[in-house]
């Protein structure tokens, strides 16, 4: 068996005023010692831990009772200080620590302070720890001294609360009160906004009757609104459309105009190169003309004079006794004609003109001097150099020939000239025509968005006669296209609507807005309502399913319950039967407590007046027993010690079905005689087998069957002090 409970430290706690540590392990701890020596206190601190919040469960009247008071020969402490410290490794305890401790502190000033795991929390949140482990105050975790028999003293209903403490439905009782508290207040809440509802509404009506005529104006102003925005969203839509395929078109056109006014300029500067050249190859082609004919006309006149040569010297071969001039004179002269007859050739038009004439007057001379003898002898000479004579004019008509391809070439060049001077003058003339076409449809443009901006300053004014701003409508997203007829009839729709806007005239804005305060109001508390109605049926639903778990755990316990408890009743007695019964009977209503000794909110259940509440019928647990030799049946004759009896049964048979943790006694056996102890002693010794018990006696049988002994006593300063079995002294500081 794992040990659950493994430390209490005590530090200014009633009369441990001095820190004291007690150390405990498997089985059974007996605390003994002589009367008024502090044992008792032992257990207060225990149950004090486990989070009781009255004083007077703790022996004292109030907080500070709690705390070292002070004796004649040692002061007074101002805080008092208890801690436990627990074995998780089972998981009893819903954390993932192996180790437990609780710590809780109070002072004088009645401030109380709560720590688990060294983390400071509330009260509250240390008896829900605890009730989940099923550790409490209410149940037999703690049974304090003189209290063996409050089980057979308590009433039907406290015993119930007892043994469901017991059992561990502490936590689900918690959870039911608490949900009663919250269902009660919703409850409350629900019939104060009921009644808030039922006061406002009659005025809420008077007002809407007022306010009719602004609901409607309201409507026809939000129609105008949504009419408004498609009318001009649409206009402005549109309008930035066509404006800024405007504004493209303008910018299209003027990188026309640039590449346009290029062309022209081109071919402008084409026909400017075309007509520069013209005039040169003219005058060159009129001039080769002139040249080429008085060549043309020359060449005849020295065909023709060679020709007569030609006679010439026929002739004075034939005749060579007729008188003619020296042959040196003669050869003189042929020479000075060959010469003559080259400067033609390589000579100029005039040049050539000049030389030829003076050949032919050379030739006349040799031949009207006619020939000597001397120059019969050369005519074979004289033929020859008319052959190359002849040669020469050949070459002289070659150059004539080379002029007339010359003049073909001109003539070739003039015409493509009168070709090119055509194709630009028509390229120049079409660039003109498309800047003058370019121009006109520029001005249309321009035109066009002079029409756009005069529209926009019409929308514009439009606007502004709404009192509505163009910004309104930047984020409009054209859903579909509207006709003209369409936009007409919503022109015409927004004109009748402010006409019946302004027919309505004013509305009262301070009616208007107590009935907008008032319809908030009213939506608010519908809600309210809503939220409480549907709460209270959460509760409600909460509270049912709590109520069922509790009765049918409890139910089921109670059958083994009462089997236990027979048979405790029959090892006590020595015979007879006990037995447990589920009772009705009327007690005062109950409620959580949210106030108490240590003012932090922890709840508490708690009986009101019948003047508060009325009484209801609860269900509870009655005792009935048949004492062996005995005609006895109600527990009100039955001795201070057939009580004890009684009451330990209840306990021994409680912890059979539902076994704590660890169990506290505080002297339960001090009315037990030494047969009725020795069976008490007995069933502590098989339960620790796998409990651990904490017990307070000055039974010997008892002490007897305890694994470990502490020994309280007091010292001369008036606190309590511990000793082992021993008498040595135990950890104590």
């Known amino acids: 068996m794992a040990v659950f409970l493994r430390k209490l430290e005590l530090n200014g706690f009633k009369s441990f005023a001095q820190k004291t540590v007690f150390e405990f392990q498997q089985g059974i701890t007996a605390i003994v010692g002589p009367n008024g020596s502090g044992k008792s206190n032992i257990i207060d601190a225990i149950r004090w831990l486990l989070g009781e919040r009255e004083a ?122 608490d949900a009663e508290r919250q269902m009660k207040n919703a409850q409350v809440n629900l019939d104060k906004v009921k009644a808030l509802i039922e006061e406002i509404l009659p005025h809420l009506r008077s007002l809407k009757r007022q306010t009719h005529r602004w609901e409607k104006k309201s409507a026809l102003e939000e129609e105008l609104r949504s009419v408004e925005y498609e009318f001009f969203g649409h206009k402005f839509f549109e309008h930035e459309g066509e404006l800024r395929r405007a504004k493209e078109d303008i910018e299209s056109h003027e990188l026309l105009r640039r590449s346009l006014e290029g062309a022209r300029a081109a071919a402008k500067a084409k026909l400017d190169e075309v007509e520069a050249t013209h005039p040169k190859e003219r005058g060159e082609r009129m001039a080769l003309k002139r040249t080429m004919q008085d060549v043309l006309e020359k060449r005849s006149v020295l065909e023709k004079e060679i020709g007569r040569l030609e006679a010439m010297v026929e002739m004075s071969s034939r005749a060579p006794h007729a008188h003619a001039a020296p042959p040196d004179e003669l050869v003189r002269v042929v020479k000075k004609i060959q010469r003559e007859l080259e400067a033609i050739a390589e000579g100029d038009a005039d040049s050539m003109r000049a030389a030829i004439r003076r050949v032919l007057e050379d030739l006349r001379a040799v031949l009207s001097g006619g020939l000597t003898p001397a120059a019969r002898a050369v005519p074979t000479e004289l033929g020859r150099e008319l052959s190359r004579i002849r040669g020469e004019l050949e070459a002289i008509a070659r150059e004539l020939s080379a002029f007339a391809e010359r003049e073909k070439i001109l003539e070739k060049n003039q015409e493509q000239f009168y070709d090119a001077f055509k194709h630009a003058t028509a390229d120049w003339q079409r660039a003109k025509e498309k800047l003058e076409e370019w121009e006109g449809e520029h001005q249309k443009k321009r035109f066009e968005k002079e029409r756009l901006d005069i529209h926009a300053q019409e929308l514009e004014r439009q606007l502004a006669q709404t009192g509505r701003r163009r910004e309104e409508f930047a984020g409009y997203q054209k859903k579909k296209e509207f006709t003209e007829s369409e936009l007409s009839r919503m022109e015409q729709r927004m004109l009748t609507l402010r006409g019946h806007l302004a027919s309505m005239g004013d509305v009262d804005e301070m009616l208007v807005k107590e009935a907008r305060e008032t319809e908030k109001r009213y939506q608010f508390l519908g809600r309210e309502l809503r939220d409480l109605e549907k709460a209270r049926g959460d509760l409600a639903e909460l509270i049912g399913e709590l109520t069922r778990k509790i009765s049918d755990e409890f139910s089921e316990a109670m059958k083994k319950i009462n089997v236990e408890f027979n048979t405790f009743f029959n090892l006590m007695f020595g015979g007879g039967q006990g037995k447990m019964k589920l009772k009705k009977e009327k007690v005062k209503r109950l409620e959580l407590d949210a106030e108490g000794a240590d003012s932090d909110g922890a709840k508490t259940v708690k009986e009101m007046s019948t003047d508060e509440e009325p009484q209801e019928l609860r269900e509870g647990v009655d005792i009935e027993l048949h004492l062996p030799g005995k005609r006895i049946q109600s527990l009100d004759v039955l001795s201070g010690g057939e009580k004890s009896l009684v009451g330990i049964a209840a306990i021994f048979a409680l912890i059979s079905v539902s076994p704590p943790p660890f169990l506290v006694l505080d002297e339960i056996d001090a009315a037990l005689d030494e047969r009725n ?4 002693s007995d069933m502590l010794r098989e339960f620790s087998k796998h409990m651990q018990f904490i017990v307070v006696t000055h039974n010997r049988v008892t002490m007897e069957a305890a694994d470990i002994l502490y020994g309280i006593t007091m010292n001369e300063d008036g606190t309590s002090k511990v000793l082992s079995l021993k008498l040595e002294p135990a950890t104590s500081q």
Do not use: C, W
Request: aromatic share 10%; glycine share 6%.
């Open 56 to 177: 007077r469960n703790l022996r004292g009247a109030k907080a500070e009772d709690l705390i070292f008071a002070g004796t004649p020969k040692k002061s007074r402490l101002g805080l008092a200080q208890a801690s436990l410290h627990f074995d998780n490794r089972s998981n009893l305890f819903p954390v993932d620590f192996t180790e437990v401790s609780v710590l809780r502190q109070v002072t004088r000033d009645g401030l109380s302070r709560y720590y688990l795991n060294k983390s400071e929390v509330r009260l509250k949140d240390i008896i829900d720890f605890f009730a989940r482990a099923r550790l409490g105050t209410k149940g037999f975790v703690v049974v304090t001294q003189g209290n063996s028999d409050v089980f057979v003293q308590a009433s039907p209903v406290e015993r119930r609360e007892m043994i469901e403490e017991t059992l561990g439905l502490r936590e689900y009782q918690v959870k039911k009160a």
């Open 677 to 680: 102890a020795r069976r008490f």
